[in-house]
């Protein structure tokens, strides 16, 4: 047993200026780790009291939330807004109540056994607090990102287990995104205590719990935090590990890569180190090589002497060679140009609103591979682990954004809204630092970068992204004026938003070239970075027609895309790095009279069908790609496998 490995090991294994305690791994199964997923129905119970504090003061976690008042029941995961028939609560503003009662395995709660046990909640919106036999075991801020706790000493052996989580989705100045409380109190004019929410971004603000709640098991000694980083030198391919370990001191580590076959191709041990794989396979992207998505599979094994026994604890974290680089004209992946020909999504879909759902997320995965997309920005918001595991996966290259969004209000830059940015930067990198497919933090998406406060704001935030992750660019989307956005100077890659003939000369397709070949040109003379048009695109209702094409139809939809087209392959001869269409699909908004039952900017409905856009970019991104001279065949490249590795 290596003693010293491990007292080293508790004093490297924190990154520099991270401030979050412990890691945030993935669930994964091993033979020293359950999960036992929460997912189904759940009782629930909206506070309809004036203050929505009645749970609190009549203290609801302490009983069984059934005998507290009415209940229904709530699927998770799911947002509760669209599941029932009350109008009331589709825009429900406060605290609302979960609740389950489970009952752990016994072999679980056996004393000798010494195993951990903690509750994961894949994310809830916006702020949540939780409960385990009445007991608060944790808080949450954010709406888009897990928390976990330890609830083992809690536990009783063949006693149910009350999970009581409640869930509040007010937003203010200084949440992520923010928003306003406005209360109206003529009452000739409105009910008695009227109050709306005011927000400044484009999709419906849907809440509740979003993502898989689950129990998983770890040993008392455990693995803590894995961060492995990649590299090449000539043709050896390096591992760079990091790992970070609780629960004892005495332990040592041993480490096994294999590749996708289950061969093993190098062994290390201690808690940092380097491994080293001659002749590796890259993690290319989709539609960049024949083997998109190849990764191989680090197996940790802890072993730590507890109570004058060995205990084990295994982990399995996939691991994709690959390097990522910026320079004033190109994107580099593996030292080659990478254009990005894809899309901006959001989590939406009916009735479930922005819960976690597999059809969907399968469905929209055989959508990206159809169009011939190799990548997507999670706008607005970090998106499932579910789905970024099949980014990984599958070779789709991500730029991977945070939830600053709708911050139009100077309000929003101030000192609280500024660190809770950081903390908000600290946890989505915790999450997804050792994906391949993430290859660019975006910390904001269209703020208010002309006022004065964005240049320390933006300065602030980038640095701290840059000195958490070294190894990847950080980027934020802006829709400001060239010549006055305060933050352009600090980011590695200009992220452009525009909507020429439609927020701007409404109708005039004829403005769009030129339009967007000044907006180019100016960006690049000015900061001489490469460019992503990170949006553009326009509203068509599915079904509506008009040759000449008229603003809303198809025809006109495509007619937009077309003209950008034509700039975009001059430009990216040059300096455009890449094109995201805004949107893959139709998604809810607020009602507002510029709003159709949502934003219809989707090249496909909210079903998921294609309208004629569809087409076109399919068209488009497959020529895009055989352009780029690495595809041999479209037809012998598809997604790989994913596969669920497991520990031998
Ligand atoms: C934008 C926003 C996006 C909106 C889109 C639109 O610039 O970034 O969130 O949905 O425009 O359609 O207005």
């Not at 990154?15 to 979050?20: D, I, K, Q, V």
Request: aromatic content about 12%; glycine content about 6%; some cysteine.
């Amino acid at each position: 047993m290596d003693l010293l490995a491990g007292v080293v090991c508790l004093v490297l294994a924190w990154s520099p200026g991270l401030a979050l305690e412990g890691g945030m791994l993935y669930p994964r199964e091993s033979p020293s780790r359950e999960l036992k997923d929460l997912g189904g129905l759940w009782s629930f119970r909206a506070d309809w009291s004036e203050r929505r504090d009645a749970g609190f003061v009549q203290r609801w976690y302490k009983q069984p939330l059934r005998q507290t008042g009415p209940v229904i029941d709530m699927p998770v995961p799911a947002s509760f807004n669209e599941i029932t028939q009350d109008p009331n609560l589709r825009k429900y503003i406060g605290w609302v109540w979960y609740e389950k009662e489970v009952l752990p395995p016994a072999r679980w709660l056996l004393n000798e056994a010494r195993t951990r046990v903690v509750l994961r909640i894949g994310s809830a919106h916006y702020y949540s607090i939780v409960w385990v036999n009445g007991v608060q075991v944790t808080e949450h801020e954010g709406g888009h990102l897990p928390f976990e706790a330890e609830i083992s000493s809690l536990l009783q052996p063949a006693q149910p287990c009350r999970i009581t989580i409640a869930v509040n989705n007010t937003l203010t100045p200084h949440t992520l995104p923010p928003g306003t409380i406005q209360y109206f109190n003529d009452e000739s004019m409105y009910p008695k205590g009227y109050f709306v929410q005011n927000t400044r971004f484009d999709f419906f603000n849907y809440a509740g719990i979003h993502r898989p709640v689950i129990l998983y098991t770890t040993p008392s000694a455990y693995i803590d935090d894995i961060t492995v980083t990649t590299d090449l030198a000539e043709n050896i391919g390096l591992v760079q590990y990091l790992l970070s370990i609780r629960g004892s001191p005495h332990y040592s580590l041993a480490l096994t890569l294999r590749n996708r076959d289950g061969a093993v191709v190098a062994t290390g041990n201690g808690s940092a180190g380097e491994l080293k794989v001659r002749n590796p396979n890259l993690w290319w992207p989709y539609l960049m090589n024949e083997q998109p998505g190849y990764l191989y599979y680090l197996e940790v094994t802890l072993s730590a002497m507890m109570n004058g026994e060995v205990s084990e604890d295994k982990y399995i974290q996939p691991v994709g060679f690959r390097t990522v680089e910026v320079t004033r004209t190109q994107f580099l992946i593996n030292g080659k140009p990478f254009y990005f020909h894809g899309v901006n999504k959001h989590e939406d879909a009916d009735i479930r609103g922005k819960g976690l759902d597999w059809s969907l997320i399968v469905k929209d995965f055989n959508l990206l591979r159809w169009l011939g997309a190799n990548s997507f920005r999670t706008s607005h918001y970090p998106y499932a682990e579910e789905i970024m595991e099949l980014c990984d996966a599958y070779g789709i290259v991500v730029i991977d954004e945070c939830p600053g969004v709708g911050m139009k209000d100077s309000a929003n830059f101030g000192n609280k809204s500024l660190q809770h940015h950081l903390i908000v930067m600290e946890e989505l990198i915790r999450r997804d630092k050792n994906r391949p497919s993430v290859v660019m933090w975006s910390v904001a998406n269209e703020p208010a970068s002309e006022l004065a406060p964005a240049a320390y704001y933006f300065k602030t935030v980038i640095a701290h992204t840059k000195a958490m992750d070294p190894t990847r660019p950080v980027t934020y989307v802006s829709n400001a004026n060239y010549a006055r956005d305060q933050g352009a100077p600090y980011v590695d890659v200009i992220c452009v938003n525009n909507y020429f003939s439609w927020y701007h000369d409404p109708g005039h397709l004829e403005v769009i070239q030129l339009q967007l070949n000044s907006e180019f040109e100016n960006w690049y003379k000015t900061h001489q970075k490469p460019i992503i048009q990170s949006e553009y695109g326009a509203d068509a209702v599915a079904g509506i027609h008009s040759d000449p094409p008229l603003m809303f139809t198809e025809e006109y939809q495509a007619a937009v895309l077309k003209q950008y087209h034509t700039i975009f392959d001059q430009k990216r001869k040059e300096y455009v790095i890449g094109e995201l269409i805004w949107n893959f699909a139709d998604f809810m908004t607020e009602q507002a009279t510029f709003r159709v039952m949502g934003n219809k900017k989707g090249i496909f409905t909210r079903q998921r069908q294609p309208k004629s856009a569809a087409f076109l970019l399919k068209e488009r991104y497959w020529k895009v790609a055989n352009e780029s001279g690495f595809l041999t065949s479209k037809h012998n490249v598809s997604f790989p496998q994913s596969q669920t590795f497991k520990c031998t």
